[in-house]
């Protein structure tokens, strides 16, 4: 299966799961290191060996770009998985706008916090801890909602999407990326690569297209399979270029399964068994959540 699993009794688990990884401080030193700490996030890149940071900054800024005639000083965000809350800065920075920013990891979001501060700009954002299966918000509030490689660890994807579209307004946008399976991609495929995150399976662009069309949303996907293929082969060299330098803030046994999974998502990247891309969804004018 490489849709969205619906069983629900396992969510609880699985976001205490996806806390505990995220929280650790192994996980921490390497997106530090080798991602840059800031926007953790598959990387749009200019060429092949263009700087991992550098590539995942062009992801947030072509996404705004896709927003950017909703966003404004009185434009207020939800950034759905905001991890150390380097697109929640990008947008308040460039627009003005108010971020409302969540994301399950409260040791995430009190580094988030502390920088926002250090910035000046914990005026324009709130750093929320909590569930995109459970949003803390009435409906019709924001103006956009933005999410990037975060659905890929929810369990109930169709819960994630039917909650981002409540919360939105009508003539609002959600946009999205994901780090998806191919159409014909058999789960078995995928699950040796995929254990290193606890995820079980990955939806399918046409699951989320044929979803947001039943939510009521005109929806188009930017395929950007090729920068995915070039993004895990960049960690995969940075990685194992760098071991040595990593062992002294890494632990070993972190650092040896990153030398081992690594290649794993390499190899199916380049053999295009994942998809990855840019969903842009339109709330009409007059729509009401469904």
């Known amino acids: 299966m490489t849709e969205n699993a619906k069983d629900d009794s396992n969510t609880p688990d699985h976001e205490e799961a996806t806390r505990r990884y995220y929280e650790s401080n192994d996980v921490d030193a390497f997106y530090d290191a080798v991602w840059g700490g800031e926007d953790i996030h598959v990387g749009l890149y200019a060429h092949a060996q ?20 909703l966003l404004g000083p009185d434009a207020t965000v939800l950034d759905l998985g905001s991890g150390y809350g380097g697109s929640a800065r990008a947008l ?52 956009v909602v933005w999410s ?3 659905l890929c660890h929810v369990t109930d994807r169709e819960r994630a999407l039917a909650e981002a579209v409540r919360v939105l307004k009508p003539g609002g946008a959600l946009v ?23 995820a079980e399976s990955l939806a399918t ?7 947001l069309s039943g939510l009521g949303l005109k929806a188009d996907f930017e395929d950007h399979t090729a920068d ?18 990593l062992r002294s803030v890494i632990s070993a046994a972190y650092l040896d399964d990153l030398l081992a999974n690594l290649p794993l998502w390499t190899d199916i990247t380049r053999r295009r068994l994942l998809r990855w891309g840019l969903f842009h969804a339109r709330r009409g004018a007059g729509a009401t959540a469904s």
């Open 176 to 198: 999205f990326s994901d780090i998806m399976a191919a159409e014909e991609t058999p789960a078995q495929a995928l699950r040796p690569a995929l254990s290193r995150l606890g």
């Open 92 to 143: 308040a920075e460039r627009f003005g706008c108010r971020v409302v920013a969540l994301d399950l990891s409260e040791g995430h979001n009190r580094r988030h916090r502390a920088v926002n501060a250090g910035r000046g700009l914990d005026g324009l954002i709130e750093v929320v801890t909590g569930s995109l299966g459970h949003l803390p918000y009435e409906a019709e509030r924001f103006d």
């Open 228 to 245: 995915l293929a070039i993004h895990y082969a960049r960690l995969d060299e940075e990685v194992h270029r760098r071991a040595a330098e």
């Open 50 to 69: 263009e700087a991992i940071a550098d590539a995942s900054r062009r992801t947030v800024q072509h996404a705004a770009d896709r927003v950017e005639d």
């Open 205 to 211: 662009p046409s699951f989320y297209l044929e979803h």
């Open 148 to 150: 990037l490689e975060v």
